[in-house]
Every structure is written in structure tokens, then in C-alpha cells.
């Protein structure tokens, strides 16, 4: 029987794993390089999310494994009366692991942590071929009240 999951914010040694599951879907795989040995952009990147009083990345833990994964980016703005935002990016959990509510409990210590740090809104994209997450992010609560637009540089 698997332990009950904890989550923490993320040291480096989790990062192969968090590459891993950000690369294990669809989408990530044709964007991700989750070979052998990690690419030395993962541990800039993951470096400069550290540094960032603003940036925290978080991973759930089962059984001494890494089994879900979100980065919460808190944004500060002048709108809504200088309101502060969080912004959901890189959610996920291990394919084997879905529908078991460990999403849920991932996205319920993100909400908790914007509201530790005052925010009035979080916010997520999600690419538009994710059905699935659509729905699962709407039983949370979430609403598709906006357009959202990338470009790619």
C-alpha cells in the first residue's frame, strides 16, 4: 500500500525527476529532452527559479519518489488595486499515479501558498489539446474567462 503524499518545494536533486515528468505526456515530448544525462539548461533554469523570491517549485513525494510536480510564480501587479496573482505552470503528476487525487491535493497546497502570500487570483494556461486537464482544472474551481496568446521567440 503507497504512503499518503507529502509535498515540499523541490531541491536539485529532484530535478531529474521533475524533467522526466514534465517530458512524459504528449506535448513534452516533442519539447522536452529527458535523456540519460539532464541538459545543462534544466539546471540554469531550475538555478534561477531558486534565486527568485517570486518563483517556487513544488513536488509531491510517495514512497520516497517524485510523483507530481507545479512551479507557482507570484506576480505582482497594479491592476485590481494592486492586486498579486499566483501563476500555475508545469503541472504534473505520473501517468500511472492519475485520477487518484493527487492533482487535486497539488493544486489545494498552491492555492493555500497564494493565499500565505496574499494573492487575490491564481491563473493557469493550458494548451487547448488538454481536454482532460480542462476539465479537472474547472471541477477545481478554475474559469475559462480569458484568451490567452503565446509567441514563441
Request: charged share 25%; with cysteine; glycine share 10%.
Amino acid at each position: 500500500m503507497a504512503s499518503h503524499p507529502s509535498i515540499r518545494l523541490a531541491a536539485q536533486a529532484d530535478l531529474a525527476a521533475i524533467v522526466g515528468l514534465i517530458a512524459d505526456d504528449g506535448l513534452g515530448r516533442g519539447r522536452e529532452d529527458a535523456g540519460e544525462s539532464l541538459a545543462p539548461c534544466y539546471t540554469a533554469a531550475f538555478a534561477a527559479i531558486q534565486r527568485d523570491p517570486n518563483n517556487e517549485f513544488a513536488v509531491m513525494e510517495q514512497d520516497g519518489a517524485v510523483v507530481g510536480c507545479l512551479q507557482l510564480t507570484f506576480i505582482p501587479g497594479l491592476s485590481r488595486q494592486g492586486a498579486t496573482r499566483a501563476q500555475i505552470e508545469s503541472v504534473r503528476v505520473a501517468k500511472n499515479l492519475r485520477g487518484q487525487g493527487l492533482g487535486r491535493a497539488l493544486f489545494e497546497w498552491a492555492i493555500a501558498r497564494a493565499k500565505e502570500k496574499d494573492c487575490r487570483l491564481v491563473q493557469l494556461t493550458t494548451d487547448k489539446a488538454r481536454g482532460e486537464a480542462h476539465r479537472f482544472y474547472e471541477s477545481l474551481g478554475f474559469t475559462a474567462s480569458h484568451e490567452g496568446m503565446k509567441l514563441a521567440l
